[in-house]
């Protein structure tokens, strides 16, 4: 058996076709699900990008024991265990922080293949006028030029020389990350009239942001579902090669992501965190020095990811409990038939893909790196800031939600069943239900040994 995973960054999950929520066009993942298992309530772990690559890794809650930096050297990775068990181990990614200042994502493979051009945000464009990115991006002509476009044919190239192997080949792409700036053909997919203009985030609630309307936010939401369809597309390319060379018997594959993004939820979020702001109250901007991180909620849109699990021989189907991010590298070990380490957290799906009434767990909790105001975190962009506020810990239950914060008044709490949306903060209303979802944090953070510094602070429920 072989395994190919694929991760695609900032997906939300209520962007693929397959979960029936959006009408968006992803014809290619919706074909795998159609024959995979599909996961509903597929939750992030650590927060956001490279904390997300770290529990993949690891299959561990990493966000107890490290933050934004280098994989530990004395850190076992699924890729480490794997090339030592005769798998040819390969990478394909283009997420620009794998390697960059030493931090060691490379840890176990055989092949590592790396893309730059994904980091054409402002913030390298302010931070770092001729950062290496600009080179890659000022190149692009045609559709292949772009990254998800190398990546996915690197990976197919890899493929004929190999697919004859046993291997795990691992395929990390940025997009449909901004900056959204996919061929102008797939945004008016879903805006007829779309100009081409490349929108960047605020990072915090449009309406406070200089020059936004709720139709710069529609135009970045249409190039957001262009820029999936696109990662769509390619996928489909690798995913008929995959047919065409006969492993369709032989590999499981599993998509995923590592958070989702919001486009105007919940009063105007725009953006995955929040940008504090001046002491004029004007917001910080991205590469400005001395900006910070306030009040920044991990809501559905952030929190809830795609999975989808393809497993050879296995029936299609939809699986309905709790998973977590971390429970993706042990579901590869189990299914390469290999023993799943001792310090492993994450809990293999394997069984849950085999029968949907194998419970799922009984809570999730999705992070930033537990940190406390004043601490400065790298988060979003590599780029060192200081948490202004509490950072807010989502705790996901089958039923309720609780969004927890240190800061007295701030914390929430939603019935999905009921209020899917989270429009509806019932923390007043329902005070035990929300003491008890924080009883799992307490236990969570006794569990999994995060220093006592930071588990006072988060001992009680300040309601």
């Avoid at 102008?184 to 915090?204: A, F, I, K």
């Amino acid at each position: 058996m072989n395994v190919i995973w694929i991760v695609a960054d900032t997906f939300r999950q209520d962007h693929l076709g397959a979960y029936g929520k959006k009408p968006i066009l992803t014809p290619s993942l919706d074909a795998l699900a159609a024959k995979s298992t599909l996961f509903t309530r597929h939750y992030a772990a650590g927060f956001p990008t490279m904390p997300t690559r770290a529990d993949h890794a690891l299959g561990r809650w990493t966000m107890s024991f490290m933050g934004w930096e280098p994989l530990p050297e004395d850190a076992t990775t699924l890729a480490e265990i794997l090339a030592s068990n005769g798998y040819h181990t390969a990478a394909m990614v283009d997420t620009p922080f794998y390697l960059r200042g030493g931090m060691n994502y490379d840890k176990g493979f055989q092949t590592f293949s790396m893309y730059t051009g994904q980091e054409g945000s402002v913030t390298r464009l302010l931070a770092n006028h001729h950062h290496e990115s600009r080179d890659a991006r000022e190149a692009w002509r045609f559709e292949a030029d772009r990254n998800v476009a190398q990546t996915v044919t690197r990976a197919m190239q890899w493929l004929q020389l190999h697919h004859t192997e046993d291997f795990f080949l691992y395929i990390d792409t940025w997009d449909p990350h901004e900056p959204w700036d996919a061929p102008t053909y797939y945004s008016r997919l879903y805006m007829p009239d779309h100009d081409g203009e490349v929108v960047q985030p605020p990072y915090g609630y449009w309406q406070e942001a200089p020059g936004y309307t709720e139709e710069k936010v529609a135009k970045a939401r249409a190039s957001y579902a262009g820029e999936v369809t696109m990662v769509d597309t390619w996928i489909g390319y690798l995913l008929r090669m995959v047919e065409n060379m006969g492993l369709t018997d032989d590999t499981a594959i599993i998509f995923t992501s590592d958070h989702g993004f919001y486009f105007g939820e919940h009063g105007g979020l725009f953006g995955k965190m929040t940008f504090a702001k001046r002491p004029d109250g004007t917001m910080f901007q991205h590469g400005d020095p001395g900006s910070a991180w306030t009040f920044s909620p991990l809501y559905e849109e952030t929190t809830s990811i795609p999975l989808i699990v393809h497993v050879p021989g296995a029936e299609p189907n939809v699986y309905n409990g709790l998973t977590s991010a971390i429970d993706v590298m042990p579901t590869v070990l189990e299914v390469l038939g290999q023993d799943i380490p001792g310090w492993v957290e994450g809990k293999s799906l394997l069984s849950n893909v085999r029968d949907t009434s194998t419970p799922g767990r009984e809570f999730t909790v999705t992070t930033v790196p537990f940190a406390d105001p004043g601490d400065p975190v790298r988060s979003v962009d590599n780029f060192r800031r200081k948490l202004e506020s509490s950072l807010v810990t989502t705790v996901s239950t089958g039923e309720w939600v609780l969004l927890y914060t240190t800061d007295e008044g701030m914390s929430q709490l939603y019935h999905l069943p009921t209020d899917p949306g989270q429009e509806r903060n019932v923390i007043a209303d329902n005070p035990d239900v929300a003491l008890g979802v924080h009883q799992h944090l307490v236990k969570f953070m006794r569990d999994t040994n995060l220093p006592d510094r930071r588990i006072q602070p988060r001992l009680e429920l300040r309601m």
